[in-house]
């Protein structure tokens, strides 16, 4: 995402074959904050992901984020402060890791990056250039909004998209063990070429020289990046490349739900019946509302699905959503097969 503000160029990228042994994949909650609170503000109706956008809007707004830290970071510019993207250490950092790392950032990085941003659209806002004044104060506040929107908007659907982020990770792969890592660099995206030891990117807005992009390359799926790349190069971290994971337009389909005969007889014809509705998070009075079933039952039901793993609770102002884990679609997939 460190791009200038200049004209579009082509930039290659070399590899040695120790960078080409560093190359790996990284699946990164920080990475989809920015382009789908972009989404979520923005007026234009996105094919894919317009269901989710009509769930999430009304709670950002009401939160009052599209007034605050993030809609000043996340402005109309492409680009995004490089601190708010640290690379991954591990193949699949929790939210609450990368936000540690965000905290750690040193004070002279974050005024860097927001003199960059500024480059980009003309000046600061308001809270930004008191974020640039005195970093180590406002972080945290800003890290603060960031978890809001993240608890609101990303967090009661990571298990839907998190299955798809590492969908993609596995059949490339696998692509990896089959055809090697360069064919599957040449096939990354359309505006990126491989030959025998240069990565090529096309409409890249500044070069992007081995020597000052860090060694390794690390690629990382994303669900609401857009059609495009993103980019970050800041050593000594690897250059990271965010690209459109596959399965995305998928993402939102409804799914039916095939096993729910099956495990009824094991967990109850109520709890059953919950975990089939959530199909997309909602809360007790919204499950109470579309099942029949009683709010006092319903929130009996959730505690239990929630203390087997099967259900997670994520905060939505003064109400609380539930969703679905990746043990409740793994279970819900079981059955179906028997």
Do not use: C
């Not at 008191?130 to 990303?154: F, G, K, M, N």
């Not at 000052?212 to 857009?226: D, K, Q, R, T, Y």
């Amino acid at each position: 995402m460190s791009e200038s503000w200049g004209r579009a160029v082509v930039a290659e990228l070399a590899f040695s074959a120790g960078d080409l042994a560093r190359v790996r994949f990284a699946i990164s909650p920080m990475w989809e904050v920015a382009p789908s609170f972009r989404l979520v503000t923005s007026t234009a109706v996105h094919p894919v992901h317009r269901p989710w956008v009509a769930q999430v809007r009304p709670r950002v707004l009401a939160a009052g984020l599209d007034r605050g830290w993030l809609a000043e970071l996340v402005g109309p510019s492409d680009y995004v402060p490089d601190f708010l993207n640290p690379a991954p250490g591990e193949p699949a950092p929790t939210f609450a890791t990368e936000r540690g790392s965000i905290l750690a950032s040193p004070p002279d990085r974050i005024r860097e990056d927001l003199d960059h941003l500024a480059g980009h659209q003309g000046r600061l806002g308001p809270l930004l250039s008191s974020l640039r004044a005195a970093p180590l104060d406002r972080l945290p506040r800003v890290l603060q909004e960031i978890e809001t929107y993240w608890e609101l908007a990303l967090a009661p659907y990571w298990a839907r998209i998190r299955s798809v982020l590492e969908a993609d990770v596995f059949h490339r792969a696998r692509s990896v063990a089959e055809h090697g890592a360069g064919h599957v660099l040449n096939g990354l995206h359309t505006s990126m070429s491989w030959d025998d030891s240069t990565l090529t990117l096309a409409r890249r807005k500044r070069p992007m020289p081995r020597p000052l992009a860090g060694e390794g390359l690390l690629l990382v799926p994303s669900a609401f990046a857009g059609p495009g790349l993103r980019t970050r190069v800041r050593p000594p971290d690897p250059p990271q490349v965010a690209y459109p994971a596959r399965g995305v337009g998928t993402l939102w389909e409804k799914r039916p739900v095939r096993g729910s005969r099956a495990l009824a007889p094991v967990l109850g014809r109520s709890r059953t019946l919950l975990l089939t509705e959530l199909e997309t998070p909602a809360s007790t009075t919204e499950l109470a509302r579309r099942t029949g079933l009683s709010a006092g039952g319903v929130s009996q039901s959730l505690i239990a699905l929630r203390d087997a793993g099967l259900v997670s609770a994520h905060r939505a102002g003064r109400s609380v959503l539930y969703a679905r884990t990746t043990v409740a679609e793994a279970l819900l997939e079981a059955a179906a097969g028997e």
